[in-house]
């Protein structure tokens, strides 16, 4: 007895009735026939989709708040907050971005300023103060509070 597995010849193989040999004459009579526009007039390929706009909106400047600000460090983060509204109480994900220390030029303030990754949406603000302490959370080596 022989256990190996015989497969079938490449002229036997049919999938649903179709044999292999009638894709490639299909696909061959795709090509005759998309040639055959082509030469007709048929879409060119150089043709610019470029429609200009309907409505022409003006440039807005939008204001950050961070003017006279420095950045000091910059770190790619995710933001996490505590809700003691669930039971039992859970940590849960505010967004995803970078965080930064931004210490203003005329005076020695300084605070966290982090904004989610595509929306650029504010989601920490917090002036850094003198008697804050950060420590590392218990249970990960990667989160502080």
């Known amino acids: 007895e ?21 894709v490639k004459e299909t696909k061959a ?6 040639s055959a526009a082509d030469e007709k007039g048929g879409e060119d390929e150089t043709h ?11 440039l807005v400047d939008v204001h950050t708040g961070e003017d006279g600000e420095v950045e000091v460090f910059k770190r790619r983060a995710k933001l996490y907050r505590y809700a003691w509204e669930c039971d039992p109480p859970e940590w849960k994900e ?8 931004m210490k203003k030029e005329d005076s020695q303030s300084a605070r966290i300023l982090m904004r989610r990754e595509k929306t650029l949406k504010v989601c920490a603000n917090h002036h850094i103060t003198p008697w804050m302490d950060m420590k590392p959370n218990c249970g990960s080596q990667k989160g502080w509070v």
């Open 94 to 101: 505010r967004g995803t971005g970078d965080v930064r220390i």
């Open 2 to 22: 022989n256990d190996s597995i015989e497969t079938p010849s490449s002229a036997e193989f049919k999938f649903d009735g179709i044999k292999k040999d009638d």
């Open 29 to 34: 009579e795709t090509k005759d026939e998309s």
């Open 48 to 58: 610019d989709p470029y429609y200009p706009p309907i409505v022409s909106l003006p």
